[in-house]
């Protein structure tokens, strides 16, 4: 039987995002790759794994049986990563679309001037988990909840504010803040795997009339800067991630987005108190938060 790591990968991978063309985006590949990997993996087994529609892809009963032992076998070989990783002497810590914004600077001098000999590395990933469950990073920042992912240990270690992404030439960049009623009558742009937006963020008056569904944070602000929609982020996202044609107004109205370090659990790193110390530092004041 030649069954291969990328093939199970890819399983997942469709699995989490509902269709092959939401997993090619995930892992970085073409949908034609995505397809050749899971009709490989479906030959290899001699079962079909995935019911194809139009629209959607549904898992087979087999496909669900399939499934948990395939996360299974790419949990062992993340922390087998893991293990390589630490022996490195590298603290490598992952993000989705901003690590910790204008903190992350300070945070970078003040581990390097107390850690010398463990370098602190950021590590961008369009995983859900921000690179921890494909063992490509030791902590991540996070600003969805997995607290639902019995793998990992979460901490509170901030907040921020939510900004808005406009077009440079929309009328709402000559405001130096919005409110999110401002934004309801614009096509709005949303991710849904790694983002922080989601109608609901709206309520209780009525959701945006159009919501645009994007990939990553580079398609997000593309669709942005040619005005073919706005968004709502964290203020990390607006001071790291500056873009021509981009303007970021901050919402008034609007809760702020908590900032988590997750880690896992059976597996933490041995300079994870340090790190959520500094970290917690950085954005203490104007006040600190307590898990």
Do not use: C, K, M
């Given at each position: 039987m030649d069954l291969q790591l990328r093939q199970l990968q890819m399983l997942v991978a469709v699995a989490d995002a509902g269709t092959f063309t939401d997993a090619a985006t995930v892992v970085g590949v073409s949908q034609a790759s995505v397809s050749r990997s899971i009709?490989?993996?479906?030959?290899?087994?001699?079962?079909?794994?995935?019911?194809?529609?139009?629209?959607h892809v549904a898992l087979t009963a087999a496909g669900a049986k399939v499934l948990p032992a395939a996360r299974?076998?790419?949990?062992?070989?993340?922390?087998?990563?893991?293990?390589?990783?630490?022996?490195?002497?590298?603290l490598r810590v992952g993000y989705n679309w901003a690590a910790l914004g204008r903190h992350t600077r300070r945070l970078q001098k003040t581990w390097a001037a107390a850690h010398p000999s463990v370098p602190l590395v950021f590590v961008q990933s369009s995983t859900v988990s921000a690179g921890l469950s494909e063992g490509l990073v030791d902590v991540a920042v996070i600003r969805r909840s997995l607290d639902d992912d019995p793998r990992f240990a979460t901490a509170l270690i901030g907040?921020?504010?939510?900004?808005?992404?406009?077009?440079?030439?929309?009328?709402?960049?000559?405001?130096?803040?919005l409110r999110m009623a401002d934004l309801r009558r614009y096509p709005v742009a949303i991710d849904a795997r790694t983002g922080t937006t989601?109608?609901?963020?709206?309520?209780?008056?009525?959701?945006p009339a159009t919501i645009r569904h994007t990939h990553g944070v580079?398609?997000?602000?593309?669709?942005?800067?040619?005005?073919?929609?706005?968004?709502?982020?964290?203020?990390?996202?607006?001071?790291?991630?500056?873009?021509?044609?981009?303007?970021?107004r901050a919402v008034r109205d609007a809760p702020p987005i908590p900032v988590w370090l997750v880690?896992?659990?059976?597996?933490?790193?041995?300079?994870?108190?340090?790190?959520?110390?500094?970290?917690?530092?950085?954005?203490?004041p104007p006040g600190r938060l307590h898990e």
């Open positions: 009709a490989a993996l479906e030959s290899a087994l001699g079962v079909r794994l995935l019911q194809r529609t139009t629209r299974r076998v790419l949990d062992e070989v993340a922390h087998l990563q893991r293990t390589v990783t630490e022996s490195s002497g590298e907040a921020e504010r939510r900004f808005a992404a406009i077009a440079t030439d929309n009328v709402l960049a000559r405001r130096r803040q989601t109608p609901a963020l709206w309520h209780p008056g009525p959701p580079d398609e997000w602000l593309t669709l942005i800067a040619a005005g073919q929609a706005v968004g709502v982020t964290s203020e990390a996202t607006a001071h790291q991630n500056p873009r021509p044609g981009v303007a970021y880690w896992w659990s059976d597996t933490p790193p041995a300079v994870l108190p340090e790190l959520l110390a500094l970290t917690r530092e950085t954005y203490a």
